[in-house]
């Protein structure tokens, strides 16, 4: 079970700043110079030493950090295929991000932080939730319903296939029995990804290493409202509770660590998508969605990862953006951040498509800044 308890920390922590406490001001020294007043030898010495040679090491220590203050870090040329859609007064820069990130990836390129330095708000999939709201939300997801086993869950191919594999990942059957199989496999291939991953850390909280943590903490340091395109439920609901048959299907191609590695090497491992996001690198992305569809072995799991997971999902984020642009009376700039492939993937060929390709569909204009 301590696994298992590793694997959510994993996807809910949230790294918090430390609060610095300021060392006391040394003028507690001061009383010594009256109590030393008295004699007259004493005094003397003490004004010799006084603060004069203090503050020129003061000032060149400030001038110092002035210097570094005024050193600006260069920006990645990481531009999420930025794309600009207006509609009257009200405008949208539809950004696409990479659920983690690297510590050199900051700040991003120049036109991706203008568009962001012009934001009145900032949309994400769910917005800014709290670690016990996404706690809360994915409750009900981990653990079977009404006191349910595996065995009482799944039909009798898919638990014995899921209970084969689950030991060869070392689990305790009687640790894991209870738990939800959809989510107990997305989480270990999850965290089976970041063990493997060199540089590349998981995220998406305010302030961490991730692509959407760093947009979040922007906005919060801009003080702009953050708000989400999906409830939480939604995509909890389509992520960890499919219809039955995808979820049985999803049982049965369950990969041992051995085979998951082999499939990496197809489809791409962390390093590989953070290497084709630093660099720009969209056809080496589009490759592994037709690898990632090609190599289910069962259909259904690939249909429902296109049409569901994929299309549908990316027609919702049209249409809630259609409605921000239409609907907001105020003259209002919208920055939204959702997953690289929501924006690029009708690139990828017949059967995809993406928020930017539904909002032409929908009569919008958009403008690729990133081209």
């Known amino acids: 079970m301590k696994k298992i308890i590793n694997v959510i920390a994993l996807l809910l922590v949230v790294l918090l700043l430390a609060a610095c406490t300021a060392a006391p001001e040394t003028a507690e020294p001061t009383p010594t110079p009256e109590a030393t007043a008295e004699p007259t030898p004493t005094p003397e010495p003490t004004p010799e030493p006084e603060p004069t040679p203090e503050p020129e090491l003061e000032e060149d220590y400030e001038d110092e950090n002035d210097d570094e203050e005024e050193y600006e870090p260069t920006n990645s040329d990481i531009h999420g295929a930025i794309t600009r859609i207006a509609y009257g007064d009200n405008v949208v820069y539809l950004f696409g991000s990479i659920h983690g990130g690297r510590v050199d990836w900051y700040p991003l390129a120049e036109v991706v932080e203008d568009a962001l ?43 014995e296939h899921l209970v084969e594999v689950a030991a060869v990942w070392e689990m305790n059957y009687e640790e894991v029995n209870t738990l939800n199989p959809m989510f107990l496999i997305l989480a270990l291939e999850l965290e089976f990804a970041q063990l493997l991953s060199e540089d590349f850390a998981i995220g998406g909280f305010a302030g961490d290493i991730s692509v959407d943590g760093y947009v979040k903490g922007r906005a919060l340091e801009m003080g702009l409202p953050i708000i989400g395109l999906e409830p939480i439920e939604q995509q909890m609901q389509i992520l960890y509770a499919p219809p039955m048959d995808v ?60 049409e569901t997971l994929m299309n549908w999902r990316s027609t919702y984020y049209a249409n809630r953006i259609a409605e921000l642009l239409q609907e907001t009376e105020e003259p209002t700039t919208f920055f939204v951040v959702v997953g690289l492939s929501h924006v690029i993937r009708s690139g990828a060929g017949e059967g995809f498509t993406d928020i930017v390709e539904q909002l032409e569909l929908l009569g919008f204009e958009t403008e690729a800044l990133w081209r």
């Open 117 to 159: 330095s012009r934001a009145d708000v900032v949309a994400t999939e769910v917005g800014e939730l709290s670690e016990a709201a996404m706690v809360e939300a994915m409750a009900e997801y981990i653990i079977l319903p009404d006191g349910q086993t595996w065995v009482d869950f799944l039909p009798e191919e898919a638990y």
């Open 247 to 306: 979820l049985i299907a999803q049982v049965m191609g369950f990969l041992s660590p051995e085979e998951l590695i082999a499939q990496m090497e197809i489809v791409g491992s962390l390093d590989d998508m953070a290497n084709w996001y630093e660099t720009n690198d969209f056809e080496a992305i589009f490759e592994s969605f037709r690898m990632e569809i090609g190599s289910q072995i069962e259909s259904i799991v690939a249909d429902y990862m296109r």
